[in-house]
């Protein structure tokens, strides 16, 4: 596979950046692979996703910053250099339902998720013969409301350990603390049972069946202190019927929620989102 850089930039809307940026790189000889932009006309914001082959480039990754720094000045941009082959490190938080997870390893496995996965996290011991299959590190911190400070001490302890850049929690069945979601800005990624903004917080689907819906769906997003509010990420959906019960609604949903959440992975882990005021702009 081809060693490449991706180049994320958010600033103020301007003419001239897409040349400034072009430039740039044609004159440290890039060979520009992927490019796609997004201008947001009510906060006059410009948003851009720039990939490129790093064999012939003129600059190295240590050097980039200093030559790159003027144009961003100019333009008030925030930037961001990735490069392909820092792969990031993923950690995995489940509890007992374990199709997310499973969906999740299989295609790391296959190749499909271009991260390391050093660590699975668990509140309860039932997936181990998951983590043991595939040869992952496996950890049981039981949380409690008493020991809940506690346990989350012991999950930092790991994940500072395994030098974890994003934690995804697939079907993890708790609620992290402010202080948890403080220490890992934009680098946590949860799946929810239902398509956001509705039925938000515990038994999504024991309420949709309630309501008689004719729709559900799954809702994979960013994790900030305030419950399922944070930027989304993915959505899809499934038709129901009267004919459903409340045991067809939650199959269809788990085929839903292990397909939005892999989705999301893939595209952090690609470098092809951007948040801004809560939303995500997910690059081509």
Known sequence: MKKTATLLINCPDRKGLVAAIADFLYRHNANILHADQHQDAAENLFLMRVEWDLEGFGLQPEEFEREFTPIAQQFQMQWQLKLSGQKPRLAIFVSKYDHCLVDLLYRHQSGELACDIPLIISNHPDT??????????????????????????????????????????ARYMQVLSPEFVKRYPQRVINIHHSFLPAFVG???????????????????????????????????????????????????????????????????????????????????
């Open 128 to 169: 181990q013969r998951i983590a043991d299959f595939y040869g992952i590190p496996f950890e049981v911190v039981e949380v409690t409301k008493e020991n809940k400070a506690e346990a989350e001490s012991r999950q930092f302890a790991l994940l500072d350990e395994h030098k974890i850049d994003l934690i995804v929690l």
């Open 202 to 284: 515990a038994r999504p689907y024991h309420r949709a069946f309630e309501r008689g819906v004719k729709l559900i769906g799954a809702t994979s997003h960013y994790v900030t202190e305030v419950l399922d509010e944070g930027p989304i990420i993915e959505q899809d959906i499934v038709r129901v019927s009267h004919r459903d019960q409340l045991e067809d609604l939650i199959q269809k949903g788990r085929d839903l929620e292990k397909v939005v959440l892999s989705r999301a992975v893939r595209w952090h882990v690609e470098n092809r989102i951007l948040l801004y005021s809560n939303k995500t702009v997910i690059f081509d």
